[in-house]
């Protein structure tokens, strides 16, 4: 095979822009450059070159700030792959030649479809992959956090989950945790699933939570196309290492909508459900709110309440709560301390419900 491992200077390195995707990467560690006939996996590291602006114009940092781009700019991104029904779907390529970088993240992929609404994926040269002294590949999953066989189940589980992407559930999660902050209750959050963002994870930060963990701390730049395995290690790694900070509450967010493939996997998978005490359901409409709540009370999953996009419309908000029978609230009333009060209160009533049919099943 055509394989060369070229010296990387680290000043090469500095000037670089390193997306959110690489935050747990060493920048500072001696790296290499390789490149020739390979196949990327997802999870590599490349240095890639800006070669032609499309929808992304900005690419977030580790620090989660959006940098402009230009074109013959060098980036640090990840392979990896996308799913994104308002923007595109991306896979990981199967050769170092020109791919696109298809979340401002920095996730490099294939591109395989878009949304009639964006632009085409900004274009970029991939250089090389980053190797460490011995030449061997930076993939994220190396500096991941450790594996568990176990989730400490005393925190209250509270998820957020959608109709689809841009349903409202990060702003829902982000208003849900300054609600419990506020009432002096400590709250830990995490994303599960998704493509890797600096945004929302700020904006759990933001909101108070302490710690804030995504998949990217458990070794992937993204979920999509992973398999049931992953989901569970990803559950099971994020889940314990909230559990170890001793919140009160955990506030966990599932991307995109409930038919998506991952999404729909998570929540048929028994270690996650039965970790679950209850869910905040966002939507875009009523129509979409009865459906996905009839898809999670089916699988026995008690829903509190319903939010998103939809409480931005009166009427919408009347329909949901007309045809759903559950308290709606606008994603900013979730932060009052009325509406903490109420859904702690749901969260232990459940706790407390489901201890009880455990004991007399025994």
Excluded at 214 to 233: C, H, I, K, P
Excluded at 336 to 354: F, I, M, T
């Amino acid at each position: 095979m055509d394989i060369q491992l070229d010296p990387l200077s680290a000043q090469r390195l500095d000037q670089a822009k390193w997306a959110y995707t690489t935050r747990r990467i060493n920048q500072q560690q001696p790296m290499q450059l390789l490149h020739g006939s390979l196949c990327p996996e997802a999870g590599d590291l490349v240095l890639a070159r800006v070669e032609e602006l499309g929808q992304h114009k900005r690419l977030e940092l580790v620090s989660s700030r959006r940098a402009t781009l230009f074109e013959g700019d060098e980036i640090v991104v990840a392979y990896g792959n996308r799913y994104a029904p308002d923007q595109f779907e991306g896979i990981v390529p199967d050769h170092l030649g020109a791919c696109r970088l298809v979340a401002a993240g920095g996730v490099a992929a294939r591109l395989l479809n878009r949304h009639d609404k964006v632009k085409s994926a900004t274009r970029i040269t991939p250089l090389g992959l980053l190797a460490d002294q011995s030449g061997q590949r930076i993939n994220l999953s190396r500096e991941r956090l450790p594996k568990a066989d176990q989730i400490e189940t005393k925190p209250l589980v509270l998820v957020v989950a959608g109709t689809s992407m841009n349903s409202g559930k990060t702003t829902a999660c982000a208003n849900l945790i300054k609600g419990f902050v506020r009432q002096k209750i400590k709250v830990a959050a995490a994303k599960l699933t998704g493509t890797g963002a600096g945004a929302d994870y700020r904006a759990l930060v933001d909101a108070g939570a302490r710690p804030v963990f995504d998949f990217v701390d458990a070794g992937y730049v993204s979920t999509y196309q992973v398999n049931r395995d992953v989901l569970l290690d990803i559950v099971m790694t994020l889940g314990s290492q909230m559990a170890m900070a001793q919140p009160d509450v955990i506030i966990v967010e599932v991307a995109d909508g409930l038919l998506q493939r991952e999404t729909s996997w998570l929540f048929n998978t028994p270690v996650f459900t039965n970790w679950v005490d209850g869910v905040i359901f966002a939507a875009n409409d009523a129509l979409g709110a009865q459906a996905g709540i009839s898809w999670l009370t089916a699988r026995q999953l008690p829903v509190f309440a319903i939010t998103g996009v939809l409480t931005s419309s009166p009427l919408a908000s009347r329909e949901a709560e007309d045809i759903c029978g559950l308290p709606v609230y606008h994603t900013g009333a979730l932060a009052r301390p009325s509406v903490s009060q109420y859904l702690y209160k749901c969260l232990e009533y459940r706790r407390l419900n489901q201890s009880d049919v455990e004991k007399e099943s025994e």
